[in-house]
């Protein structure tokens, strides 16, 4: 179980990139396969995750060691953005920081389904997928085997639903799930994946960015707009950034709001522009 400095790192972080990985949109799933790299490669080298979160390590210190591993891999530049901030948080046990990295690929690869249309269709296919090994118990045995090498475990994966016509994305949840076990059972992981595709399912982002705080009646106004405008339950990720001068900016997926003095002059310029 996790901490609660890991709880609030791992949540503030997810929601602060929510509307970044939501705007990158199919890209996101190449951001998604280099984060459950990292995952795998965290879980195998405890030394290496305790150095990216030791305390006593300052944070450029922790996120240079970060930059040189992902500038090895050839990560992507939100890869790196997002790396970059979760060695500057705090963790309750260095372990947590892979659960983050981990909790971060699937959202990479839910955004990813969301520009494809197939959120739902993800969703439902791990579910049969599930479904379809609870009364096979060898089958759940072998892909559940941290007695064998991970390559073991994926070869009979794809021996068994390698030709079963899952969708990408849930091939790779799927395989990710037995390939990198982290101390849980296949069955137990893809429950796990089904309830956050469903959470997933029920809320969008919407990112607003304002020099100050907003209060929680400012914060409710815009999640009462945003859900009659998208007909969906909306998560609002407030980003405060002093620099911002009057107004707001508000995004949501690729549609941008932009009441800001900047944003004005910025619509003004581009109305003379076009006369």
């Not at 016509?165 to 994946?193: C, P, V």
């Not at 999640?223 to 998560?235: D, E, F, P």
Request: net charge negative.
């Amino acid at each position: 179980m996790r901490g609660e400095t890991s709880q609030l790192s791992d949540r503030l972080a997810r929601d602060h990139f929510a509307a970044s990985l939501e705007q990158l949109g199919d890209g996101s799933l190449t951001v998604g396969k280099e984060l459950f790299e990292l995952c795998s490669l965290l879980d195998n080298n405890p030394a290496l995750e305790d150095k990216l979160t030791d305390p006593s390590r300052s944070d450029e210190e922790r996120a240079a060691l970060a930059r040189r591993i992902l500038d090895e891999a050839h990560a992507q530049p939100l890869t790196h953005e997002i790396i970059d901030d979760l060695v500057r948080r705090p963790w309750s046990q260095f372990s947590d920081i892979a659960n983050a990295v981990e909790d971060f690929g699937v959202d990479a690869m839910m955004y990813a389904a969301d520009a494809r249309g197939t959120t739902k269709i993800i969703a439902l296919e791990l579910a049969w997928l599930r479904s379809s090994i609870l009364n096979l118990p060898q089958v759940r045995t072998n892909l559940s085997d941290q007695t064998v090498d991970s390559s073991v475990r994926v070869k009979f994966y794809d021996t068994i639903f390698g030709n079963s016509g899952l969708h990408e994305i849930s091939d790779m949840l799927a395989r990710h799930a037995t390939q990198d076990l982290r101390n849980r059972r296949y069955a137990d992981t893809l429950s796990w994946m089904i309830v956050k595709l469903g959470h997933h399912l029920r809320e969008r982002v919407v990112s607003v960015t304002s020099a100050v705080a907003l209060s929680e009646e400012q914060i409710a106004r815009i999640k009462r707009i945003y859900a009659a405008k998208l007909n969906h339950k909306v998560h609002v990720n407030v980003i405060v950034d002093p620099k911002v001068m009057g107004g707001l900016r508000i995004r949501s997926g690729r549609d941008v709001t932009d009441t800001t003095v900047a944003g004005q002059l910025n619509n003004l310029r581009a109305s003379f522009g076009a006369k």
